[in-house]
Structure formats: C-alpha cells, structure tokens
T-cell receptor
Framework: EAQVTQNPRYLITVTGKKLTVTCSQNMNHEYMSWYRQDPGLGLRQIYYSMNVEVTDKGDVPEGYKVSRKEKRNFPLILESPSPNQTSLYFC?????????????FGPGTRLTVL | AQSVAQPEDQVNVAEGNPLTVKCTYSVSGNPYLFWYVQYPNRGLQFLLKYITGDNLVKGSYGFEAEFNKSQTSFHLKKPSALVSDSALYFCAVRDFLGFGNEKLTFGTGTRLTIIP
C-alpha cells in the first residue's frame, strides 16, 4: 500500500530537549515536504527536499532542521524545542515535476512542548 | 506570491442539502488550484484540481469545484451533503519558486459540519 508514515504520532516534551520526527514514504517520490498546521493559519511549509541531499527552507524554517540522506526518509529535527513549536506536523511527498499535482500526506504528528 | 483565502471558518449544512465551501485566489499568471480534505486524525487527502480546461472540475466522493476567473474564485460544491462529508477542507494554489521548484500554498481551512 502506498503511504507516508510518520513517527511518533503524539509527543509531549519539554523545552530544549532535542527531538526527531521521522517520515518515510514507499512510493519512490523525489519531492518531500514538512508542514505545520496551526488553527487559523492553515498549513505552512517548514522545509522541502527535491531529492537526496537537496533541501531548502519553506515559509517557517526557524528552529527546525531536516536531512535527506535516503530517498524514502525525510526526518524533521528540533534541536531545542520551544513552546511556540507546539503544533500538528505533516510530512508529504510527491513525484518531482508533479510536486503539487497530488501530494500524499502522512497521518500527522501532534507535538506539545512544555 | 500566490495566495488563497477561505472566508468561512465554519460551514453547517443539513444532510441532503447542497453544500458550498468558498475559496478565492490571488495569483499572477494562470492559477493552478486544488482542494484537499482532512478527516479527523488523518492527513490531508487530495480531492480535485484545476489546471486548465473546463471550469467545472469533478473530483473524489462526488465533489466538484467551479473555477470562475472573473470572480477569482474556486468554490467547492456537492449537490447532496452526507454526514460523512464532515471534515476540514483546504483550498490551495501552486506557487512557483523558481529553478523548477514549486510548492503548495494553503488557505486557512473551512470546517464543514453536516447536520443529520
């Protein structure tokens, strides 16, 4: 089954404690992206990657890091989480060149930073 | 930059009635527009898109959307609402970033509630 998986689905942590949210897709997609969803703000792109070892900032990259060492994985790293990063996070993937044709979204990770 | 606006945070419709979820856009050039749906505790799912051609676009689950260039709108519609249509709906526009890269810019979302 074609899918995007994220782990963990729920996470409660404390300020400053480094964390990683994993994202994996099994569709051989070149393009992967991270979004955060906040009430009244919709989805905002954090980082994206057009292929292995190619990443770039989205609209709200501050406080986040990503890496793309393998085509299927695109982890989101919060080196020193802060309460304003409490949000619902989505990973998405698609074929490059059709990067916005049909994006496949993961189920989401709800992060709470205390 | 391209943008979309969803003027209604919440839309309530009685089951069996027609529904409309509104979206307006602001783009330079030809718009590429999308609707996505988010069911509770799930990721977003693609519903339909407008790239070019017919102004009435048909999508999944009986939804359709009407592209109106003069009103810069792309409203989502369904002739007869089902309780299972209750979800969060997002309008989105393709934003070209240069160097062959692009991304989706989303609206703020509209929560659709179908009342039995």
């Amino acid at each position: 089954e074609a899918q995007v998986t994220q782990n963990p689905r729920y996470l409660i942590t404390v300020t400053g404690k480094k964390l990683t949210v994993t994202c994996s897709q099994n569709m051989n997609h070149e393009y992967m992206s991270w979004y955060r969803q906040d009430p009244g703000l919709g989805l905002r792109q954090i980082y994206y990657s057009m292929n292995v070892e190619v990443t770039d900032k989205g609209d709200v990259p501050e406080g986040y890091k990503v890496s793309r060492k393998e085509k299927r994985n695109f982890p989101l790293i919060l080196e020193s989480p802060s309460p304003n990063q409490t949000s619902l996070y989505f990973c998405a993937s698609s074929f490059f060149g059709q990067s916005t044709d049909t994006q496949y979204f993961g189920p989401g990770t709800r992060l709470t930073v205390l | 930059a391209q943008s979309v606006a969803q003027p209604e945070d919440q839309v309530n419709v009685a089951e069996g009635n027609p529904l409309t979820v509104k979206c307006t856009y602001s783009v330079s050039g030809n718009p590429y527009l999308f609707w996505y749906v988010q069911y509770p505790n799930r990721g977003l799912q693609f519903l339909l898109k407008y790239i070019t051609g017919d102004n009435l676009v048909k999508g999944s689950y009986g939804f359709e959307a009407e592209f109106n260039k003069s009103q810069t709108s792309f409203h989502l519609k369904k002739p007869s609402a089902l309780v299972s249509d209750s979800a969060l709906y997002f309008c989105a526009v393709r934003d070209f970033l240069g160097f062959g890269n692009e991304k989706l810019t989303f609206g703020t979302g509209t929560r659709l509630t179908i009342i039995p």
